[in-house]
């Protein structure tokens, strides 16, 4: 019988991180005298790599420029980080979740479009680090909603679609999960409307922690 694998977006799922995310893509923005778009804009694309994000808030500029603004997004957060001012709080219950999971014979995973080191220092800082057995990033992979991501997850943890599920908060991890056939959960709390998470063929949408636990059949 193959593993059961549960597998989280981080942005918007598993943090809560549009405070610090907003702040250094308006500073990547103003740095290059540019209009930064506004929260909805930035939010709306949170999930995807990000020079594909970029690409999607400045299409006219060209793809040499969407990867420049993105090195000087990268240095914000950066900065940020070094002035104490990253701001990425747990969601409430999703601490206890990853350790029920875990304590339940479920194998976990991420699959975010930050970078490995984003991610790492962003579950170092809660003590989740050691739940996840496997760690996809933008740093390897295409951008959601390819599958590439969740293929490798399942392939370290010898899982397979029928016994993985995806959680996320936005389209893209949705159509990721279905790209690759696996479970599809969405979750109400982030950056995509309940809505549009249905549209694009969740499953279900849990809107806390307890229905989440509920829709992935944790104990």
């Not at 809560?16 to 893509?25: E, G, L, R, T, V």
């Not at 940020?80 to 999971?101: F, H, K, M, T």
Request: contains cysteine; charged residues 20%; hydrophobic residues 40%.
């Amino acid at each position: 019988m193959s593993n059961r694998l549960a597998v989280f977006d981080c942005d918007g799922t598993l943090v809560d991180s549009q405070h610090s995310i907003c702040m250094a893509m308006t500073r990547a923005f103003e740095g290059e005298k540019l209009t930064p778009p506004d929260r909805a804009r930035i939010l709306s694309v949170v999930g995807l790599s990000l020079p594909l994000a970029i690409a999607r808030l400045l299409p006219e500029a060209q793809a040499d420029f969407h990867d420049h603004l993105s090195e000087s997004y990268k240095r914000a957060f950066h900065r940020l980080r070094q002035d104490n001012a990253v701001s990425e709080p747990l969601y409430p219950g999703i601490a206890d979740l990853i350790r029920d999971l875990d304590a339940d014979g479920w194998l976990l995973g991420v699959a975010t479009g930050k970078s490995d080191r984003g991610l790492a220092l962003c579950l170092g800082h809660h003590g989740i680090h050691a739940h996840f057995i496997t760690l996809q990033t933008a740093d390897r992979h295409p951008s959601k909603p390819h599958p590439s991501m969740l293929l490798t997850a399942m392939a370290d943890a010898g899982a397979v679609p029928e016994t993985t599920v995806m959680i996320g908060d936005t389209s893209y991890d949705i159509d990721m999960a279905l790209a690759a056939g696996t479970r599809a959960l969405g979750v109400g709390w982030g950056y995509h409307a309940p809505s549009d998470l249905i549209a694009a063929g969740a499953h279900s949408v849990a809107m806390d922690s307890g229905e989440l636990r509920t829709h992935i059949g944790a104990k």
